[in-house]
């Protein structure tokens, strides 16, 4: 076996096997297992994708949300043991791949146009 074949197995090897189909411009709601002490609860982190990159095992996604009047935004790994699961809220329509722009924006102007999914199928 090459390098490349065995680079291939071990990424095969880190991804999860059910991966939740979201996109740039959703909302969502990510459920985090958080550890305090010997105790490990789920906390939830909700906000609107602005980015994804990479692929693969090193697949990242980024979350933003407003707190107090403040963005607050956080990167995770799609394929991470620590992330419970993803639950998508609601779609936009958005023309770009990375929704940067949004971090100019305040108040209203940070709303995005809803895509009607039909998700019964």
């Given at each position: 076996?090459?390098?490349?074949?065995?680079?291939?197995?071990?990424?095969?090897?880190?991804?999860?096997?059910?991966?939740?189909?979201?996109?740039?411009?959703?909302?969502?709601?990510?459920?985090?297992?958080?550890?305090?002490?010997?105790?490990?609860?789920?906390?939830v982190?909700?906000?609107?994708?602005?980015?994804?990159?990479?692929?693969?095992?090193?697949?990242?996604?980024?979350?933003?949300?407003?707190?107090?009047?403040?963005g607050?935004e956080?990167?995770?790994?799609?394929?991470?043991?620590?992330?419970?699961?993803?639950?998508?809220?609601?779609?936009?329509?958005?023309?770009?791949?990375?929704?940067?722009?949004?971090?100019?924006?305040?108040?209203?102007?940070?709303?995005?146009?809803?895509?009607?999914?039909?998700?019964?199928?």
């Open positions: 076996m090459n390098q490349q074949e065995i680079l291939k197995s071990v990424e095969q090897s880190a991804m999860k096997e059910e991966r939740p189909q979201f996109e740039v411009g959703d909302t969502v709601d990510v459920h985090t297992k958080i550890l305090e002490g010997e105790k490990e609860r789920i906390q982190f909700s906000g609107v994708v602005i980015a994804r990159n990479g692929s693969g095992s090193k697949e990242m996604f980024c979350v933003r949300r407003i707190v107090a009047g403040q607050v956080r990167k995770f790994p799609v394929n991470s043991p620590r992330i419970d699961h993803i639950d998508i809220k609601r779609s936009a329509v958005v023309r770009r791949a990375k929704l940067f722009y949004l971090r100019e924006r305040q108040g209203k102007a940070v709303r995005l146009k809803e895509r009607r999914v039909d998700r019964t199928k």
